[in-house]
């Protein structure tokens, strides 16, 4: 079973920031937590992933709460093509465990509207 | 460019034939790949891990005997669908986990929806 709550969608308007939440209360230490987004009928795309500390590359945000029992993932001005269903994966991480299997979630479906 | 390619992205057969399905890894070697299966409006379920020179583990529920995996080498794992009836009718996906210290990041093929009459 999916370690992760999220809500089942979201909108946002275009040029907006995107915040899309993600629980994960039972969150072990050495679990990281992983964002993918999958665009209707195509395969997952990865967005970003953390440990603890926050982390920004060329798509978005991750923000991690101290006690890493949730996240937030930012995209800092949504487009239309940013309208997906994203998911929030929480795995076991480190050199010998990168190759593990993702378990998805239902994922949060954002539509983003001009 | 495509990191992962699915053969074919769409295919339409009758029932009791069965299906193959290829992922084939374009830019890295994969010791290890995944297959899932999505159906409408639902998320992606995993099936198996695609392990090169070994047998495959499937995930509980899924018939071994039914969806034939086979790594034939670093870059290509095979899925067959084998007697696919109407209720196999989905969209398969595999995924490819990049090896080493930047290995946290997995590539996903583009799919292949399979309809089976």
């Known amino acids: 079973d999916a370690k992760t709550t999220q809500p089942p969608s979201m909108d946002c308007a275009e040029g907006r920031a995107a915040n899309l939440p993600c629980n994960h209360s039972?969150?072990?230490?050495?679990?990281?937590v992983y964002w993918y987004r999958q665009i209707h009928s195509q395969g997952p795309q990865y967005i970003i992933h953390g440990l603890k500390n926050n982390e920004t590359n060329e798509m978005a945000s991750l923000i991690i709460t101290e006690d890493r029992k949730s996240s937030t993932l930012i995209l800092p001005h949504a487009t239309l093509r940013d309208t997906a269903v994203y998911y929030c994966?929480?795995?076991?991480?480190?050199?010998?465990?990168?190759?593990?299997?993702?378990?998805f979630g239902q994922g949060t479906e954002l539509s983003v509207k001009p | 460019g495509a990191v992962v390619s699915q053969h074919p992205s769409r295919v339409i057969c009758k029932s009791g034939t069965s299906v193959k399905i290829e992922c084939r890894s374009l830019?890295?070697?994969?010791?290890?790949m995944f297959w899932y299966r999505q159906f409408p409006k639902k998320s992606l379920m995993l099936m198996a891990t695609s392990n090169e020179g070994s047998k495959a583990t499937y995930e509980q529920g899924v018939e071994k005997d039914k969806f034939l995996i086979n790594h034939a080498s670093l870059t290509l794992s095979t899925l067959t669908v084998t007697s696919a009836h109407p209720e196999d009718s989905s969209f398969y996906i595999c995924s490819v986990p990049k090896s080493g210290d930047s290995g946290h990041e997995q590539f996903f093929g583009p799919g292949t929806r399979l309809t089976v009459l």
């Open positions: 994966i929480v795995r076991v991480g480190g050199v010998y465990n990168q190759g593990g299997k993702l378990i």
């Open positions: 039972t969150i072990s230490g050495n679990e990281y």
């Open positions: 830019d890295f070697q994969a010791t290890t």
